[in-house]
């Protein structure tokens, strides 16, 4: 629910959070990229309750349709090589702060009309963490959302950043895209996974953005670990990677136009049968009918992912020890 609360404006954002959710808004972040100069990256965070919290979430959001500098986020397929971790999407970086002269130095200056997202979060994040002493948080986010939610806690790794990251209860991404090659997965994992598993991905059926950038001999780019991969009845499984893993193939291209047209008939009848929580407005029905055609844009909406953990099959373990 946070990752696709993240869409939504900070007034917005801050009433459900306060009066829907009765949790805690902590602050909303409008932060710039030095490669474009402009606000291009936005995340909030907010708690569980106002005094001696036992979770924060940082929440970042993904691509706008209408927000052109996003766009151009997502299609620069630029590597960026960190010496020793491996090659991560250059796009990606620039999003979350990367220094134009510097790239990721510990510690810059920073000023209110341009904050930076990793050096923001992150300073908010260690401020609120030491007034809850036992409070954990965790990352999440839709589409880029999910690229740079997992992408932060790479980044306090390569600084060293222990104190938070024994404090990370997990990644959640939904949707997420491909951010770097089999050197930076093996990074990632080395300190994400260490004593148990803190990282999920989450795919529904036939959602096209997992599957980009292409994990090929030419791009190279290759997702970090296993999927919790959802179909269109939003019944899960735990696969090393999401079928078809590169989208394009006419072997598969029929079921997904059938696919697709289970989803548009289901956008009908899922709030008769799942309750009018569950209801799609008209906006995203016509959305499912742009599906018919291009089959694989509308499961990227992340109201299936909200339905893939309110319906479907619990995949995510439960820690014993919390």
């Known amino acids: 629910m946070a990752a696709k609360l993240a869409y939504e404006n900070e007034n917005a954002i801050k009433t ?4 829907n959710w009765k949790m805690e808004f902590l602050r909303y972040f409008n932060c710039s990229n030095e490669y474009e100069r402009e606000a291009s990256t936005q995340a909030f965070m907010f708690c569980d309750k106002p005094v001696d ?3 924060v979430v940082v929440a970042f ?3 706008k349709p209408f927000d052109a500098l996003m766009w151009c986020t997502d299609i620069d397929f630029s590597w960026y090589e960190i010496s020793g971790k491996g090659k991560i999407h250059g796009g ?3 999003a ?3 220094q134009k002269k510097t790239g990721w130095p510990k510690e810059i200056s920073q000023h209110n009309k341009h904050l930076y997202a990793y050096y923001a979060i992150r300073e908010k994040l260690r401020e609120v963490l030491d007034q809850n002493k036992n409070a954990k948080f965790l990352v999440t986010g839709h589409s880029l959302g999910g690229a740079l939610a997992i992408l932060f806690p790479s980044i306090l790794a390569l600084h060293k950043e222990d104190d938070l990251l024994k404090r990370l209860e997990g990644v959640y991404t939904f949707g997420q895209p491909r951010v770097g090659d089999h050197d930076f997965g093996k990074f990632v994992k080395g300190f994400l996974d260490e004593s148990k598993k803190r990282y999920f991905r989450f795919v529904y059926g036939n959602d096209m953005v997992p599957r980009i ?6 791009l190279l780019f290759k997702h970090i670990d296993d999927c919790l991969y959802y179909n269109s009845l939003y019944r899960g499984k735990v696969l090393k990677d999401q079928p078809n893993k590169n989208y394009f193939s006419l072997w598969t291209l029929v079921p997904k136009y059938f696919t697709a047209i289970i989803e548009f008939i289901r956008s009908f009848v899922i709030g008769y049968m799942k309750g009018p929580d569950y209801s799609e407005g008209w906006l995203l029905k016509f959305a499912r009918v742009f599906a018919l055609i291009i089959p694989g844009l509308t499961p990227h909406c992340p109201q299936d992912y909200v339905n893939c953990t309110r319906l ?3 995949l995510i373990p439960h820690d014993k020890s919390n």
């Open 312 to 314: 479907g099959t619990p």
């Open 96 to 98: 979350l702060g990367l």
């Open 61 to 63: 959001c993904g691509t």
């Open 92 to 94: 990606f970086m620039k």
């Open 213 to 218: 950038p292409f994990d090929d001999k030419t």
């Open 16 to 19: 459900i959070v306060n009066d």
């Open 53 to 55: 919290a036992n979770l």
